[in-house]
């Protein structure tokens, strides 16, 4: 092969790489298949050249390269193929706008004064003909927390003030599907819910720390309770695993006085280095909607922290610290504070077992004394698939009235409203 020829067929070769990997998106296995072209070439060429342990690892190399292309070849054509089966579901939701970056202090935040909408359709050449699966609308009041519908009758000179993540906002329900919504109807008393998708302890401990924001997302109302709707995931939210939070509100125990500070965000504090970064970016250039099996592959290697259920001793302090430093404020605001522990599973598939590590959780709260409900006996004897949303997986409408009847139980007894 003179040199002309080498020249033409590699960059041949090398455009073609690049074609697949843009226009086609396959990355994954025309990447593997154009690298054994390119070492069977450099093989052809430079045979005579080559010493003898180099051209078999040469051949070695062409030879793996070869099967990995086969393999993922195989491999996401069988999972196109299953995904095929099921239905084909089309998201056409219309959220609010976030703000974020490094000079927000909550890591993001929804826009203030806008209305979003959640809605999923089964796909259907018809248009006129597709299956609503989901559809329901949200509203950002001027504070930027959840909209609670308006009623003559509720005492707005108190206050429940609602923190968390998407289980405490209501993804994919209606204003006036969410628990903070059911609460306030069931005890007649105004409901404040700051809680926001992704959210974990560490955003509702500087809601409660920051006076400014406070004060914003309050106004001038009197809190008597606050109320954290916890899941155990939020253990890895709060260490700062979640790819979504960056600069989400960092918090570490301190190695010497063994109290917990704050450190910044979470880009400052756990220093996400240049080669992470250049990671995260070739990972999600990767991934595409025709290599089904590649794709969901590189999600549960950029998960893997935060997927991970055997939660770290480290991150299960912090998350307690945080937890007993929320507690200690709301005292300290006058207000009582509680916990939603979600310490069961509500998939059918895993209906009502329990989560990993909530039974260690609830002992570590009662030793200090922090007060609770547990899902597990709300759900009792519930068909999961009532208690979630289908399509979706967050809490349905009727999980949050169930819900909301233990809370204002326990708020009643307390005579604190």
């Known amino acids: 092969m003179n040199n002309k020829i080498y020249l033409i067929i590699s960059f ?17 296995t025309i990447g593997f298949f154009v690298i054994s072209l390119l070492f069977f070439i450099q093989i052809s060429k430079f045979r005579q050249k080559i010493a003898k342990n ?34 084909n579901i089309i998201d056409l939701s219309r959220h609010v706008e976030f703000i974020h970056g490094k000079k927000e202090p909550l890591g ?26 989901i559809n329901t609308k949200y509203t950002i009041d001027e504070r930027g927390n959840r909209k609670l ?7 707005n000179s108190n206050s429940i003030l609602f923190v968390g993540g ?41 809601i409660l720390e920051n006076k400014e924001i406070y004060n914003k997302r309050i106004s001038s109302s ?56 250049i990671e995260i970016k070739l990972l ?4 595409s909607p025709y290599e089904p099996w590649t794709s969901y592959l590189i999600g549960n290697y950029e998960f893997r922290q935060y997927s991970n259920k055997k939660y770290l001793p480290d991150d299960s302090k912090r998350f307690l610290k945080i937890v007993e430093k929320i507690n200690i404020i709301s005292k300290s605001l006058g207000a009582k504070f509680l916990m939603v522990i979600e310490n069961v599973n509500t998939n059918p598939e895993s209906c009502l077992l329990d989560e990993p590590y909530s039974n260690e959780l609830i002992l570590e709260l009662n030793k200090k004394s922090i007060p609770f409900i547990l899902t597990s ?41």
């Open 222 to 277: 009197k809190i008597n309770f606050i109320i954290y709707r916890a899941l155990i995931q939020h253990i890895n939210r709060a260490a700062g695993y979640a790819l979504w939070d960056y600069y989400g509100p960092c918090y570490k125990i301190d190695s010497e006085t063994k109290k917990l500070e704050y450190r910044g965000s979470f880009y400052n504090c756990n220093k996400l280095s240049l080669i992470k970064r």
């Open 166 to 206: 998407s289980f405490t906002f209501g993804e994919a329900l209606n204003d006036n599907q969410t628990l903070p919504y059911y609460v306030s109807r069931n005890l007649k008393i105004n409901s404040i819910n700051v809680g926001m998708n992704g959210y974990g302890p560490h955003q509702a401990l500087y």
């Open 12 to 28: 041949f070769l090398i455009f073609l790489s690049v074609f697949f990997f843009i226009v086609i998106k396959l990355p994954t």
């Open 54 to 87: 180099f051209y078999f690892l040469f051949i070695n190399i062409f030879s793996l390269s070869v099967l990995l292309s086969l393999l993922s070849i195989g491999l996401n054509l069988f999972s196109y193929l299953r995904n095929l089966k099921k239905p």
């Open 377 to 417: 006996e709300i759900y009792k004897n519930q068909k999961c698939e009532n208690l979630q949303i289908k399509y979706d997986g967050h809490p349905s409408a009727y999980a949050n009235r169930l819900l909301s009847e233990a809370i204002s139980n326990y708020i009643k007894k307390s005579n604190k409203y």
């Open 284 to 287: 999600n250039l990767i991934k």
């Open 108 to 133: 993001y935040r929804y826009q203030s004064n806008k209305t979003g909408i959640n809605k999923k359709v089964l796909d259907s050449n018809n248009k006129k003909k597709r299956k609503v699966l």
């Open 149 to 155: 519908p308006y009623s003559d009758d509720i005492d």
